[in-house]
């Protein structure tokens, strides 16, 4: 059960930098801004996204929560929202 934390925190981080792309290409994620995605997303990214791998890469994650959408937690749907999404 670690290991997924771990690899979700991974990839949540990865699709943060997806989040951020689409607010300008030139910015920056920063290890703040990771962890800020984690707390934000990371409880429903494992309750809603549990399928999928790391290799199946951030969009997917971005994707899943997109789908999921109306189960979020404020938290996440605020940080979608902060990135455009």
């Known amino acids: 059960m670690a290991h997924m934390a771990v690899v979700t925190a991974t990839s949540l981080a990865a699709a943060t930098a997806v989040f951020a792309e689409t607010v300008t290409a030139q910015q920056v994620i920063t290890p703040g801004q990771r962890r800020k995605a984690i707390a934000a997303c990371g409880q429903d990214a494992r309750l809603y996204c549990r399928s999928l791998r790391e290799v199946d890469g951030p969009y997917a994650y971005l994707a899943c929560l997109e789908l999921n959408r109306p189960r ?14």
Not at 72 to 85: E, M, S, V
């Open 72 to 85: 979020l937690t404020a938290r996440c749907i605020g940080l979608l929202a902060h990135y455009g999404q």
